[in-house]
């Protein structure tokens, strides 16, 4: 009996230690959700005052804020992109016939115009049909075409692709080449068709080479286009057919010998955003990376204010500017772009809205903390 007893003991040390743990597991789940016990109240508080001092400086909370737009279009281009889908392709056609030879608008509108495509394509069909020979059409076109290549493709990283989707993916930037050659062809001083072309490069991973053969081509006809710069940055960058400091150089070069204006001082602040793992904001905050901030104040200052590609700039900015804790500065570059979050950094995230407000939000908070003076 006394050997029985022995061995039930020992077998309900494991069970005893096991009702231990789990009432221990219980206990710190329980005190931890406790806000009187955490700081989760505390970091409820912050969010609250940060979204009091962001409404109080005039700015919109996150569900009002534009995800597809990293700033306001014009009305004009805003009237023909509504048009367009419901069949008024001449409404598309009119637009980029104003804006003629201003290449970075031109690149804009294409842009625009081709993403509607890509979704439904029967107004620029019947375009084509009107205009076969319309140089206009045929970018809109061959932007589509690639547009819809990579939204085969999707935006997950090359591991979580499926074979399918590649496959869909490369065979239809093959078939963008032809329509940009057509569409380079039919107007040989816009540079637009060429950057499509970049995301074609990006895709099929063309040899650095091929790529310069390409720049070279852009540049002749357009030497400082934003939009230009910005995708070449991207097929430099690691992730993609570069390297961390092939980006930085091709980033610093452009930024270097950019008159003001041109806002290419965006560069820098993007390379380096791209390739920044840091846990802390100690590289944001390097001379370096304090004169590119201050380079970028400088060219947007300088730059037409209806720029189209200027609120992109100025997102970079904010952001930066509030790491280097420069929050009153940041919290101008907000209000410049308040109600829209389709740009770097925040359109990396899941929820761009959401961090876009967080950052700024904070923003707002230490402003009016410092206008406030001491408690």
């Not at 494991?14 to 789990?22: A, K, M, N, Q």
């Not at 809109?140 to 869909?168: C, D, M, N, P, Y």
């Not at 907000?334 to 929820?351: H, I, Q, S, T």
């Amino acid at each position: 009996m006394t050997v029985l007893l022995w061995i039930l003991g020992i077998l309900a040390v494991p069970t005893l230690l096991f009702v231990l743990w789990l009432a221990g597991v219980f206990l710190k789940e329980f005190f931890s959700s406790n806000p009187s016990g955490s700081d989760t109240g505390s970091d409820s508080d912050d969010d609250g005052l940060g979204a009091q001092a962001a409404e109080k400086a005039g700015l919109l909370p996150a569900e009002r804020q534009n995800t597809e737009l990293s700033g306001p279009l014009p009305t004009e281009w805003a009237a023909a992109l509504t048009a367009v889908p419901g069949g008024d392709w001449r409404a598309g056609a009119a637009l980029l016939e104003a804006i003629g030879r201003d290449w970075e608008r031109r690149s804009a509108v294409t842009y625009l115009l081709a993403e509607r495509a890509a979704e439904a394509d029967d107004w620029l069909l019947a375009w084509e049909k009107e205009r076969p020979e319309d140089p206009d059409a045929a970018v809109v076109r061959a932007r589509s075409t690639v547009i819809l290549a990579w939204e085969l493709r999707g935006a997950k990283r090359a591991r979580h692709t499926t074979e399918e989707q590649f496959a869909a993916f490369h065979r239809t930037l093959r078939s963008a080449r032809e329509e940009i050659t057509r569409a380079a062809a039919l107007n040989p001083d816009d540079p637009t068709p060429y950057i499509a072309e970049i995301w074609v490069a990006l895709g099929l991973g063309y040899p650095h080479s091929e790529m310069d053969r390409l720049w070279t081509e852009i540049t002749a006809r357009a030497p400082y286009h934003f939009e230009a710069h910005f995708s070449a940055l991207q097929f430099w960058c690691a992730k993609w057919r570069g390297s961390q400091r092939l980006a930085a150089d091709f980033a610093e070069r452009a930024a270097a010998g950019a008159p003001l204006g041109s806002l290419l001082t965006a560069l820098p602040l993007i390379a380096h955003f791209e390739h920044d793992e840091s846990e802390d904001t100690a590289a944001d905050n390097t001379p370096e990376m304090v004169a590119r901030v201050d380079a970028g104040l400088t060219d947007a200052a300088a730059a037409d204010p209806a720029h189209p590609r200027l609120p992109e700039l100025r997102h970079l900015l904010a952001f930066y500017l509030h790491l280097q804790d420069r929050d009153e500065a940041a919290l101008e570059q907000f209000k410049l772009v308040d109600g829209y979050v389709n740009a770097l950094p925040w359109r990396y995230r899941g929820d761009p809205a959401a961090y876009y407000c967080r950052v700024r939000n904070t923003t707002a908070k230490l402003v009016a903390e410092a206008a406030a003076g001491p408690a």
